[in-house]
Structures are given as C-alpha cells and as structure tokens.
C-alpha cells in the first residue's frame, strides 16, 4: 500500500466517523461541529484525488460558509437563558414555543433504514467505476484530446479554463447562481438584506 493510499483510508475513515457523529448527535451544536469536520474531512480527500478546486470548493463552502450558518440559525433560534415558555405567565410575543415531543426510536430507525439502502445502492455502483488512474478511463478516451485541441484552437491556452467557460458553461452558471443564493442566505441570516 503507497503512503498516498494509506492517507486516503484514513480520510475516508475519518470522514465516516464524522458523519456518523453528525447523525448521532444528541446536540445541536455536536452535530454542527461534527458536520463542518466531516465537510473538511470530504474536502481532503478531493484533495489526495487531485482535485483542489473541488476540495478547495468544498472547504470554503460546505466546512466554512455552511457551518458558520448553522452558528448562527442555532445561536438565534436558542433561547437565552431566563426566556418564558410558553405556558408561563409571560405575554405570547416573548415566549418561546417547545417542540412537541415525538417518538424519536420509530423516526431513528426508519432514517437508519432509508441511509442503509441509499448507500448499499451506491456501494453497488462502485465496481463499475474504472480504477484511479487507468489508461482505459473515459477521461482519457478521445474527448480529452478534442478538449486540448480545439481549445488550443480558440486562443485559450489553460485547458482548465476552456473546459469552465466554453464547454461547461451552463454548468459554471449554475454553479455562480448558487454560491450567489449562499450569499443572498448569509446576508437573510445576518438581516443585512437590501431589497432593490
């Protein structure tokens, strides 16, 4: 085994005991914890798979932006110490409402069972997955060579580029709308919002 593939392992292990934490968690502020572990846990292994932009994607949105908006919606929706419940003699508009108890085992179990099948299913496609860096991938058939000419073609001399703006453009789109929809989340969460 290469030391690049022991780190690997051992990511991955980590990351799983992460989100295993994340689901067992008892509290609110265990599992945020846990989750922005278990996203920068994700965001190295993108890494040892050379892949930095999704690993550094990774990091800043799902361990830093992510996590520091779930501080924030657990810091404002935690009643402060001395709050009323409701039911208490204090008037409605400063009362803070508990959750209705529920029977957490049948919910446990069926959540247990749902994640089961999703990742024996996935666990499933594994196989058909060509190996880390096999001549035979599909990323090395002749699309990749069509990419690196024709981008040559262009006047683009980063392949990476070409590959974002040209002929994944939706794609990249998309992918603005959505770090643009986190920060429209972060400003709502901070009531920073300007309405125009």
Do not use: H, K, Q
């Not at 509290?27 to 945020?32: E, H």
Request: glycine share 8%.
């Amino acid at each position: 085994m290469t030391p690049e593939t022991a780190v690997l392992y051992a990511l991955l292990g980590f990351t799983l005991a992460t989100a295993v934490v994340t689901a067992l968690a008892r509290t609110v502020l265990t599992a945020i914890v846990a989750f922005g572990a278990y996203s920068l846990g994700l965001a190295m292994v993108w890494v040892v798979l050379r892949a930095p932009d999704v690993g550094l994607t990774e990091a800043a949105v799902g361990a830093g932006v992510t996590t520091g908006l779930f501080l924030l919606v657990a810091r404002r929706a935690t009643p402060s110490r001395g709050s009323p419940v409701v039911g208490s003699s204090a008037s409605p508009a400063t009362a803070v409402e508990r959750p209705p108890e529920s029977d957490s085992s049948t919910t446990d179990l069926r959540a247990a069972a749902v994640a089961g099948v999703v990742t024996a299913g996935l666990l499933l496609t594994v196989p058909a997955l060509p190996a880390v860096g096999a001549a035979d991938a599909p990323a090395f058939g002749p699309v990749t060579e069509f990419y690196l000419t024709d981008a040559a073609d262009r006047g683009i001399d980063n392949a990476v580029t070409a590959v974002l703006v040209v002929y994944r453009g939706f794609d990249t789109f998309g992918e603005i709308a959505v770090v643009f929809t986190a920060a429209v989340a972060v400003l709502a969460v901070l009531g920073r919002e300007v309405l125009v």
